[in-house]
């Protein structure tokens, strides 16, 4: 082989070797690039999945809130029916009452 052929081959072995290289090191920055976007994401989602539940949690308090709220109107409005009709009865008790003590005296 001449030298000028032998330059040339060494040449071409240096030239495929820095493109190995740089396409080594793309390849690199792709993963980190995608690394970093997939940890991002990940960030997002768990964020939005957090908020969600947030939301959820709140939604059940007010729901058990209003459940709340109904049952207390419930039972007073019951317990108003329950005295409305004991006080036809109240007068006759208390005297029921009344004679039963006066008669033990």
Excluded at 13 to 23: L, M, Y
Excluded at 63 to 80: D, G, I, N, V
């Amino acid at each position: 082989m001449t030298r000028e052929t032998v330059a040339k081959v060494l040449e071409i072995e240096r030239q495929a070797i820095q493109i190995r290289e740089e396409a080594r090191q793309r390849a690199e920055r792709i993963v980190q690039k995608a690394r970093k976007e997939a940890a991002e994401r990940r960030q997002e989602i768990l964020t939005e999945a957090l908020r969600e539940a947030d939301r959820i949690v709140a939604e059940g308090r007010e729901e058990a809130q209003a459940q709340q709220e109904r049952l207390l109107l419930e039972a007073e409005e019951e317990a108003r029916q329950l005295e409305l009709s004991a006080e036809p009865n109240f007068d006759h008790a208390v005297s029921f009452v009344i004679r039963n003590v006066a008669e033990r005296e």
